[in-house]
């Protein structure tokens, strides 16, 4: 058995990373915190803090469809609950809430996609 061992990945250029098409890894995540501040991501070109617990992600490279998989959860202690809506190819929001009240909450999240890339 073959092992491939590199500290760089790059396109055929040389200039950046290589293009992720036709696999199952994730094409674009974020971990954010409650103030929308990204504190990691990929394939991620802002955040919207557009009220109390509802941020929008919009992408720096655009899905083929609104047919993603995107999946958020919740990274605060306690009886949070987070959800994505409003998929679009070229973003996605997630809203978060206190799971007893229902009240809208601001906590640190983090989001996964998976999906094909225009």
Known sequence: MSDIRANTISDV???GPIELTKQSAAKAWAKVSGAAALTGGMNISSVTDNSTGFFTFSFANSFSSQDYSATAASM???SRETHCS???????STRSVKVVEGTPVDVSNSLQIHGDLA
């Open 13 to 15: 250029a040389g200039t």
């Open 76 to 78: 605060t202690s306690g």
């Open 86 to 92: 409003g998929n679009t190819t070229s973003e996605v």
